[in-house]
């Protein structure tokens, strides 16, 4: 293979454009690094995109931002050292060449060279579990939702959310600010949500039906009515349903993901999470890796977790190029980019 041109190659590409990919972008700037950050996506964000109104409380410094708020202020600060941005392009291929240069290909048949790679794809591809009624896929764009972009939609509607988890129980404490009524139907007879929600959600007027699932939908156009049916611990239905007259219904039930071809890569996984050591290096010399893509002892997964891990890659990959750099960068009111 010929040489690339030393202009076409950077110290460090970044493999995925969510909250760790986006603050690795800012941070390498930090560094002095040449960088790029590859997203498959058409836009910047994430999982944060299919949560946008999404209320997030758990981000340091800021009470409450939604997740739309969020991605703005995060694109804004990646771009801070004007990175190389690639949109629209799925990393397929991953291989290394005679001189240590990392050549990654993407779908569209791209070719990018890099000194370093940090791995932020996130959990890969999105797709959310689907609610398991034949009728059901007759509503899926009508009044039948697995993710809510406009949570002013659902103002004075009679809503009924399917669900135990995070998503379902901070959906239901917000709508129970917006829905003239909301009802909460879980399977199981307790919450697997953080337990300040799930006090909230106790204190609140949601009608909560524990160890219950959504039997059956009515409508004909689109879903007027639920019908209820409690259930023992194997799922099975037991006793009678009750019929719920609804204007909208959402599903949070889970999603599925898919690495696609990082999977086929030679890292060393554990149930499809890439394993690191504390410094988020991966078993490959100049690879690193962070956010939720990742495993390793007392992993934090938060966003805030993701932050950490992608200065602490970045700061692996500046060492990686240069042994003799500082272990860290400098805090940013000593970086004279702030002081123009």
């Known amino acids: 293979m010929s ?10 590409t970044i493999v995925g454009g969510g909250p760790a990919g986006l603050f690795a972008a800012f941070y390498s700037g930090m560094r002095d690094m040449k960088t790029k950050l590859i997203e498959a996506g058409q836009q910047l964000g994430g999982r944060l995109l299919v949560y946008p109104q999404k209320r997030i409380y758990d981000v340091g410094g800021i009470a409450c931002i939604r997740g739309e708020d969020l991605i703005r202020q995060l694109v804004e600060q990646a771009k801070y050292f004007d990175p ?3 949109l629209d392009q799925r990393v397929t291929g991953l291989e290394t060449l005679s001189d240590g240069t990392w050549l990654l290909t993407t779908a569209c048949g791209r070719k990018h060279y890099t000194r370093t790679l940090l791995i932020a794809a996130g959990r890969g591809i999105v797709s959310f579990n689907r ?3 034949p009728e059901a896929n007759r509503y899926g764009q009508r009044n039948l939702y697995y993710t809510i972009t406009d949570a002013s939609s659902f103002r004075g509607k009679r809503l009924l959310l399917s669900g135990g988890g995070d998503t379902a ?3 239901a404490n917000e709508m129970s600010e917006i829905a003239a009524e909301v009802t909460l139907v879980h399977r199981r007879s307790e919450f697997g949500a953080h337990e300040a929600s799930v006090r909230k959600l106790e204190s609140s007027n949601v009608r909560l039906l524990m160890s219950s699932v959504i039997a ?3 409508g004909e156009n689109e879903i007027e009515a639920v019908s209820v049916s409690r259930v023992d611990e194997t799922g099975r239905l037991i006793g009678t349903q009750q019929r719920l007259s609804v204007d909208a219904v959402i599903v949070s039930h889970g999603r599925s993901n898919d690495l696609g071809p990082i999977l086929g890569w030679p890292l060393t996984f554990d149930d499809e999470f890439i394993l690191t050591d504390s410094g988020m290096r991966t078993n490959l010399p100049g690879v690193f890796a962070a956010g939720d893509v990742l495993d390793y002892d ?3 997964r938060l966003i805030a977790g993701a932050f950490n891990e992608a200065a602490v890659a970045v700061n692996g990959a500046k060492q990686y190029l240069d042994p003799s750099a500082y272990r860290q960068a400098y805090v940013s009111s000593h970086n004279n980019k702030f002081h123009q």
């Open 84 to 86: 190389k941005i690639e």
């Open 216 to 218: 059956q939908l009515h």
């Open 169 to 171: 129980v901070d959906w």
């Open 131 to 133: 609610l398991e009624l």
């Open 3 to 12: 040489r690339q041109p030393a202009s076409d190659i950077y110290d460090l």
């Open 298 to 300: 007392n992993k934090l």
